[in-house]
């Protein structure tokens, strides 16, 4: 009888303690789901602070808003959903912003508000040198900070399935990039917030995608000192 009891108990106990462990496995991937999702507590909280935000650059960013507007219809920053948030590796390395005022990109440079350099976004993927006969687009696009330190830090970088068109410094630490990612059902307008001084960054995407899409149509349209071909 004694040793019945034992054995039930024994076996109680395991499994408690197996209830115990999957509770906690549950726990912890909910977790890191939500860290990758932005699903955390305060996740609507600052989803709402930053689409407030992007209306606000929608409003100043008028040609890419119309652009796209052209091609998928009218939309705000109420079509955007939070779909990533993440860290930034920024891979810096010394290098001063090889593009002067000579350069044909020059003035399309994005100036940090308190002059620690500027933000590129158009010299990786337009090739644009005095030594080139026919500018040309790169299938890979990437957005750098150059330091006013002399520093440069790589703060984005995507393939050739999208493209960075468009760019604003909302304040000194946090900057805005707009865009398209192609996915099989068409293309879509994204934005990505970047947080310079924290090393991380939060990306929308619209709720909207267009079949079609002419991918070099915002930049020729936009950096009249090129002509892409």
């Not at 496995?25 to 600052?46: V, Y």
């Not at 119309?66 to 930034?88: E, Q, R, Y």
């Not at 947080?195 to 990306?203: A, I």
């Amino acid at each position: 009888m004694n040793m019945r009891l034992l054995k039930s108990t024994f076996n109680y106990c395991l499994l408690v303690l197996f209830v115990f462990l999957v509770g906690v496995s549950c726990t912890s991937n909910t977790s890191e789901e939500s860290a990758q999702t932005g699903n955390s507590p305060d996740s609507e909280e600052l989803e709402s602070k930053l689409k407030a935000q992007l209306d606000l650059v929608l409003a100043q960013k008028k040609n890419w808003y119309s652009h796209w507007s052209n091609v998928i219809g009218p939309f705000d920053a109420s079509n955007f959903k939070m779909a990533l948030t993440d860290s930034i590796d920024p891979q810096e390395m010394p290098e001063r912003n090889p593009i002067l005022a000579d350069d044909p990109l020059f003035p399309y440079q994005f100036v940090h508000p308190a002059s620690n350099g500027t933000i590129d976004i158009y010299s990786y993927k337009i090739e644009a040198q005095d030594a080139i006969d026919t500018p040309f687009l790169n299938p890979d696009s990437e957005v750098i900070w150059y330091r006013a330190d002399g520093m440069k830090e790589r703060l984005l970088f995507m393939g050739p399935s999208g493209m960075f068109e468009e760019g604003q410094w909302i304040n000194e630490n946090e900057f805005v990039v707009l865009g398209y990612f192609q996915e099989e059902g068409g293309f879509r307008p994204m934005a990505w917030f970047i947080d310079v001084e924290n090393h991380r960054f939060w990306q929308f995407n619209l709720g909207t995608t267009s079949p079609t899409y002419e991918p070099d149509s915002y930049l020729d349209q936009k950096i009249k000192q090129v002509v892409l071909n």
